[in-house]
């Protein structure tokens, strides 16, 4: 009898203590969270999942913008101002401290933004555009003053960049950016305590206690499937991605916990200028109609996507959005019937890009059987460009339409005066509706002529316990840390 009562005694302990089985006690005020083993920590370099999760919380960006509804969130910036003709913007600085205690200053975004453009590995274009204007300049330590060399109204966009948040003067002056990936130093609401362990995590401490907001969150690296299973557990408290074989299990076991949003990266097939079989927009189609997006999202893609319906992706496309683009359904008969009527002819190679190799060949494959034609995968040419349709997908490092539909027309070698215009105007207008019509003109010119075919755009995905509440994300931060509650 007294065994039983101590067995009693022991069970009530745990649970008070939060243990739920053979998982660890889940501790007041911390949050534990999996993720998979970022590439890197530093701002501008930042291409991944784990990445962007961890430095939206160390870094407070200057802004958040919606592409969707051309929204502006001010962030660490208390106001972000145009002139009239919009050639002069004003960016104001709300106060602020990096984690060293040093002040962020209007200088530390001038010369980080320097600094960082001059990096191979940094995310080039945006910076590449801003840094086009006339002068950056910090008139003192709460503005910024971009001139610009001729109108334009993205400017706002362009800053709500996650890449283009200030580094430390430390860092600057080392540029010993190895070491300072290893122990960042952002101005946000949480710090990295110590060191990042590769392999292993890190704990990040909550700035400034808030309450009801996690005071530590410890990151744990792993698995994607045992961190699913550790959250049904009790022994995480939230997973930041879900893996293909858990897609459907989630909707059960995590009925009203778990959460999907759009990343900023897309998949597409372009075709070479080179092989004039592929100069007849007709063709184009044929192939786009001969592609079994479901089967790719399925298969190879491992549930980790969306089958393309448009050819700007749910992150980056302005206005709402409904059914289907033509081009981007699945049709054999269509396309075998285009293909008929400009007696197109095989066999072509379809080559792979980079992290496109493990589902071109399935995509070979798909095309081959809808369309009736031999096809054969390819690696990518050690020399020139290749001789058939290629892979690619796009990583984007801002919201902004125009900077995605310019690079997948310069992907595709296609160029068209109407399109480089009206590029050009929806850079210069007014308001975000303005520059929102003139990207849909741009996007509806190039699924007509179709030099480029969608094919997917990426999600990410999240589970949690049922201590943890407020769970929101973006496409360009991933799950907001600094959100949650506990």
């Known amino acids: 009898m007294r065994s039983r009562v101590l067995l009693a005694l022991l069970a009530a302990a745990l649970v008070a203590g939060g243990c739920t089985g053979s998982g660890s006690p889940a501790t007041p005020g911390v949050l534990r969270v999996g993720l998979a083993e970022p590439a890197t920590l530093l701002p501008a370099d930042v291409r991944d999942q784990p990445g962007r999760l961890i430095t939206g919380a160390l870094w407070t960006p200057l802004a958040d913008y919606d592409a969707a509804s051309g929204k502006l969130t001010e962030r660490a910036a208390e106001a972000i101002t145009g002139s009239a003709d919009r050639k002069q913007w004003t960016v104001k600085l709300r106060p602020a401290r990096f984690h060293d205690g040093s002040p962020v200053t209007a200088q530390s975004y001038v010369d980080t933004w320097r600094a960082v453009a001059d990096q191979p590995w940094a995310v080039a274009p945006v910076l590449t555009r801003l840094l086009r204007a006339t002068s950056i300049t910090a008139p003192d330590d709460a503005t910024i003053r971009i001139d610009l060399d001729r109108p334009s109204g993205q400017v706002p966009v ?7 948040v200030p580094l430390p003067r430390s860092v600057l002056g080392s540029r010993d ?7 960042p130093i952002g101005n946000g609401p949480y710090r990295l305590d110590g060191a990042w362990r590769p392999g292993g995590g890190g704990k990040l401490v909550r700035v400034t206690d808030t309450p009801g907001k996690a005071r530590e969150i410890d990151l744990r690296v792993g698995e994607p499937a045992a961190q699913y299973d550790a959250v049904k557990a009790g022994e995480l408290d939230l997973a930041a991605e879900v893996p293909g074989d858990r897609h459907e299990s989630m909707h059960h076991d995590f009925a009203d916990r778990h959460l999907s949003w759009p990343l900023p990266e897309a998949g597409y097939l372009t075709f070479p200028v080179a092989d004039r079989r592929f100069a007849d927009p007709t063709v184009r189609h044929a192939f786009a109609f ?69 589902w071109t060949k399935p995509l070979a494959d798909g095309l081959a059987a809808a369309l009736g034609i031999q096809t054969a995968p390819k690696p990518p040419p050690a020399t020139g460009t290749p001789d058939g349709p290629a892979t690619l997908v796009v990583e984007l490092g801002t919201a902004s339409p125009g900077e995605l539909l310019a690079a997948l027309a310069a992907a595709a070698g296609y160029t068209d005066d109407v399109m480089k215009q009206n590029l050009a105007d929806a850079e210069a207008a007014a308001t975000p509706a303005e520059a929102g019509e003139l990207y849909r003109l741009v996007e509806n010119q190039l699924l007509r002529d179709l030099p480029v075919v969608p094919l997917w755009s990426a999600h990410g995905h999240a589970v949690w316990g049922e201590r943890v509440h407020e769970v929101r994300a973006t496409p360009f931060a991933g799950v907001d840390l600094t959100a949650l509650t506990v």
Do not use: I
């Open 290 to 358: 001969g592609v079994d997006r479901a089967a790719l999202e399925a298969g190879p893609l491992r549930h980790q996507v969306d089958p393309a319906k448009a050819l700007l992706p749910p992150a980056d496309a302005p206005g709402e959005r409904s059914g289907t683009c033509r081009p981007c359904t699945f049709d054999a008969a269509a396309g075998k019937a285009l293909l008929g009527q400009a007696s197109f002819t095989g066999p072509v190679n379809v080559y792979s890009g980079p992290r496109t190799e493990n």
């Open 177 to 183: 950016w190895a070491a300072f990936a290893r122990t």
């Open 158 to 164: 362009w800053l709500s960049a996650p890449g283009l």
